[in-house]
């Protein structure tokens, strides 16, 4: 039960460079997330898809591009990076969400450092 | 202000004791309440889930919840090394959509044996 796979799960990036991270999901779930988590700031949405052809921002996109390149897998894209980028990333799923339960599932996070 | 406050710790206690961990918010529109543990090195996981006030037995947690005071609680009974975690509060107003939750800055928690 591979669940939200990540990969790389850490990578470090000199100023200016570029890098994708990849996520992929096996629990055929609709809706796919990208957040940032960050020291005393919490979990942030990056961006989401939620559903397959779809994409839309969260709270912090700016510096990021996404893409749904199928229902199980969702990229996201680091064209120029920044110091500020340095954060640890995770991707998530979820089937639906409300008073049944239903929920996110958190990959295991993608260490990234922009020196 | 942020619309979630969590108090960061750490929170260090003996093992077996009581755990009162809490998050306030502003937001009068939250209804969905959500509790996640996160392990070091990993992503969170759902622990607790509550729709609006009262509370919420599961084991050894319990997850209470007061609109009134705009404030949720998580307790840990008979608290073990392997809760040594740290805990996110999440929260929501909209039914339909994991994209407008919001979470709190997380509490790290230590059990000491």
């Known amino acids: 039960n591979a669940g939200v796979t990540q990969n790389p799960k850490f990578q470090v990036l000199k100023t200016g460079q570029s890098m994708t991270l990849q996520c992929a999901q096996d629990m055929n779930h609709n809706s796919m997330y990208w957040y940032r988590q960050d020291p005393g700031m919490g979990l942030r949405l990056i961006y989401y898809?939620?559903?397959?052809?779809?994409?839309d921002k969260g709270e912090v996109p700016n510096g990021y591009n996404v893409s749904r390149l199928n229902k199980r897998e969702f990229s996201l894209r680091l064209e120029s990076a920044a110091p500020s980028q340095t954060s640890v990333y995770f991707c998530a799923s979820s089937e639906a969400f409300g008073a049944s339960g239903n929920t996110i599932y958190f990959g295991e996070g993608s260490w990234l450092t922009v020196v | 202000q942020k619309e979630v406050e969590q108090d960061p710790g750490p929170l260090s206690v003996p093992e077996g004791a009581i755990v009162s961990l809490n998050c306030t918010y502003s937001?009068?529109?939250?209804?969905?309440f959500m509790w996640y543990r996160q392990y070091s090195r990993k992503g969170p996981e759902l622990l607790m889930y509550t729709y609006s006030s009262g509370n919420k037995e599961d084991g050894r947690f319990t997850a209470q919840v007061d609109k009134s005071s705009k404030y949720i609680s998580l307790f840990i009974r008979d608290s073990q090394p392997s809760d040594s975690a740290t805990y996110l509060c999440a929260m929501s107003a909209v039914y339909s959509s994991a994209s407008k939750i919001i979470f709190g800055s997380g509490t790290r928690l230590s059990i000491r044996p």
């Open positions: 898809s939620a559903s397959e052809g779809t994409t």
């Open positions: 937001n009068s529109a939250f209804q969905y």
